[in-house]
């Protein structure tokens, strides 16, 4: 596979999501917007939760040379230094960017949950999770993250708002669970969705 097919999926149409104007939270992916550029690109990208370092599919990236943007907690990078020293080393390769503080979803409201994990009680607490997950990345990379991905990937009308304030682009996906794929289902589904998509070529 040629890197040309693996690349950004990241961009995201912030406007038509607030035009949106909706009450109950959104969940962002599947809206690319269309690039200026002739090269237009898709991205690998993964999120570093609350879980362990997954070398298998690091690794694989590695050998491959497959670039990736990994959405990293401060959570899990504090928990995962081996990881976290393999990505280091490979920053040519690896984009990391702001997945929170402790992977609370950017949902407003006392005893409101997503898929059953509790979001903020207010704008001051997603603030925090949004910029001590950036500040973290920025400590332990150097780098700081200008993409803000929530955990669960759905937002209130107001979280987006607000990360926008914060200066963070929001960062939706369109495909698989790799904790439920393998490495080779990853590969076929990237270069399917590519032709797809008529990028890439
Ligand atoms: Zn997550």
């Known amino acids: ?12 149409t ?9 009450q109950k939270p959104i969940e962002i992916h599947d809206e690319l917007a269309p690039q200026a ?3 237009r690109r898709v991205a690998l990208t993964l999120d570093a ?7 298998d599919l690091i690794e694989f990236l590695i050998r491959n040379r497959i670039p990736a943007t990994i959405f990293a907690t401060k959570r899990w990078l504090d928990h995962n230094s081996f990881g976290v020293s393999v990505i280091k080393a490979h920053l ?16 407003i409201g006392v005893g ?26 920025e400590r332990v990379t150097g780098v700081a993250p200008h993409w803000y991905r929530g955990a669960t990937a759905v937002y209130d ?8 304030k914060l200066g963070y682009r929001i960062a939706g996906f369109s ?27």
């Open 37 to 39: 550029s002739a090269s």
């Open 112 to 137: 409101r949950k997503v898929y059953g994990i509790p979001g903020e009680p207010d704008l001051i607490h997603l603030r925090r999770e949004v910029t001590e997950g950036a500040r973290a990345i």
């Open 14 to 22: 912030l406007a038509s999501v607030f035009s949106l104007a909706q």
């Open 1 to 12: 596979m040629s890197h040309k097919q693996i690349l950004l999926v990241l961009t995201l």
């Open 175 to 201: 495909f698989v669970r790799l904790d439920q794929v393998d490495l080779q289902e990853i590969q076929d589904t990237v270069e399917k969705r590519s032709k797809e998509r008529g990028v890439g070529q």
């Open 49 to 55: 939760c609350s879980g362990q370092y997954d070398d």
């Open 157 to 164: 009308p107001q979280a987006i708002a607000e990360i926008g």
């Open 92 to 107: 040519d390769l690896f984009d990391v960017e702001d997945h929170g503080e402790n992977h609370v979803p950017a949902v």
